[in-house]
């Protein structure tokens, strides 16, 4: 999925190990980290002033954990949902 494909109007990104919380228009969003910037590399992009370091083959100590709650949520109902 890259950020023209999020499935939502507004993009949500937080990070409890941070403690972030971060709303923007998808029309910002897709400004901010370009319309086909896969999505976890739109993280990435997002979750750079966070506090902890982001995880990566360069850094496995990172300790970032920003996520889109919106898409977690989705995931966890996907089950119980007939398309
Ligand atoms: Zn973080």
Same mark, same amino acid.
């Given at each position: 999925?890259?950020?023209?494909?999020?499935?939502?109007?507004t993009v949500e990104i937080s990070c409890p190990?941070? +403690? !972030?919380?971060?709303r923007y228009s998808k029309q910002r969003f897709v400004e901010l980290v370009g319309a086909n910037t896969a999505l976890?590399?739109?993280l990435d992009i997002i979750a750079k002033d966070c506090?902890?370091?982001r995880?990566?083959?360069a850094n496995m100590q +990172?300790?970032?954990?920003?996520?889109?709650?919106?898409?977690l !949520?989705?995931?966890?109902?996907?089950?119980?949902?007939?398309?």
């Open positions: 999925m890259r950020a023209f494909d999020f499935p939502f109007e190990v941070c +403690g !972030r919380f971060g976890p590399t739109a506090s902890e370091d995880p990566s083959i +990172g300790r970032c954990r920003a996520q889109y709650p919106q898409l !949520r989705m995931n966890s109902i996907k089950n119980t949902h007939q398309s």
